[in-house]
T-cell receptor, first 115, second 111 residues
Framework: GAGVSQSPSNKVTEKGKDVELRCDPI?????LYWYRQSLGQGLEFLIY????????KSGLPSDRFSAERTGGSVSTLTIQRTQQEDSAVYLC?????????????FGPGTRLTVL | GQNIDQPTEMTATEGAIVQINCTYQ??????LFWYQQHAGEAPTFLSY????GLEEKGRFSSFLSRSKGYSYLLLKELQMKDSASYLC????????????FGQGTTLQVKP
């Protein structure tokens, strides 16, 4: 596609349920990032993929959070046993090769609300 | 830490000039990015500075002083559509390309 796409755009779930968020990066981009944007906060880095590997998972807030990437393309962020503090906009970004000067292109995000 | 500080909110008048400042901790610096984010939309890339000085792109310019850990985004000839959040971000100290963001500055342009 022309840009980064994410689905769903909105997700409302009950506390304790699991959720999966999907990201389709720009075709040909080897680097993929997940960020979280909580109300009134800046974007917070979660995880970085280079191809299908995740050399940097340092931002995942707990072991309830996991992510995978398959075929060097689509990525899924999974949150198990969701908590109210997980409510945020989850943004995915991709860049050509993950270089320090690479421009990251963001998707529109998934707004997650945990009731 | 890699704290990034920028003002939370700013207001300016259509047609005017506004400067949005950003300060950051200098250790492990790998470049400074500015993104624009309209409400409910994805952040979009505006500029990148890695060397000291001013980079100009049309109505938008970005300045960097590495020794001072300071950057600013300058918006000229403000238009109503410039009302948005402006996000300052620096490269993380690792070499993974991840970005460390400030909390963003919400700019409101008034007629």
């Amino acid at each position: 596609g022309a840009g980064v796409s994410q689905s769903p755009s909105n997700k409302v779930t009950e506390k304790g349920k699991d959720v999966e968020l999907r990201c389709d990066p720009i075709s040909g981009h080897t680097a993929l990032y997940w960020y979280r944007q909580s109300l009134g906060q800046g974007l917070e880095f979660l995880i970085y993929f280079q191809g299908n590997s995740a050399p940097d998972k340092s931002g995942l807030p707990s072991d309830r959070f996991s992510a995978e990437r398959t075929g060097g393309s689509v990525s899924t962020l999974t949150i198990q046993r969701t908590q109210q503090e997980d409510s945020a906009v989850y943004l995915c970004a991709s860049s050509l090769d993950g270089g320090l000067t690479d421009t990251q292109y963001f998707g529109p995000g998934t707004r997650l609300t945990v009731l | 830490g890699q704290n990034i500080d920028q003002p939370t909110e700013m207001t300016a008048t259509e047609g005017a000039i506004v400067q949005i400042n950003c300060t950051y901790q200098t250790s492990g610096f790998n470049g400074l990015f500015w993104y624009q984010q309209h409400a409910g939309e994805a952040p979009t890339f505006l500029s990148y500075n890695v060397l000291d000085g001013l980079e100009e792109k049309g109505r938008f310019s970005s300045f960097l002083s590495r020794s001072k850990g300071y950057s600013y985004l300058l918006l000229k000839e403000l238009q109503m559509k410039d009302s948005a959040s402006y996000l300052c971000a620096r490269g993380g100290s690792s070499n993974t390309g991840k970005l460390i963001f400030g909390q963003g500055t919400t700019l409101q342009v008034k007629p």
